[in-house]
């Protein structure tokens, strides 16, 4: 189980970026939301959700939730 963050900053096109831990491309901390673990970028999406409307997995460790 992998663990999950979602960037609190927009991205430019208005998307909150969701990265596994670990990755290149992390956000400062202090820009980070902890989603928790999970088994896919899938379900980490639906968490950010909750608290964002539109979120996108990151393109390099994501890349199956990365639509944008």
């Known amino acids: 189980m992998a663990q999950f963050y979602v960037n609190q ?3 430019t096109g208005g998307e909150h970026e969701v990265h596994v831990e670990g990755c290149d491309f992390m956000p400062f901390e202090q ?3 902890e989603l928790g673990g ?3 970028c ?3 999406l639906e968490v950010a959700r ?3 409307e ?3 997995g990151c393109k ?3 890349p199956d ?3 944008k």
């Open 9 to 11: 900053n927009q991205q």
């Open 31 to 33: 820009n980070l939301l």
């Open 38 to 40: 999970h088994d896919d």
């Open 42 to 44: 899938a379900n980490a």
């Open 50 to 52: 909750n608290t964002y």
């Open 54 to 56: 539109d979120v996108n």
């Open 60 to 62: 390099h460790c994501c």
């Open 65 to 67: 939730c990365h639509t």
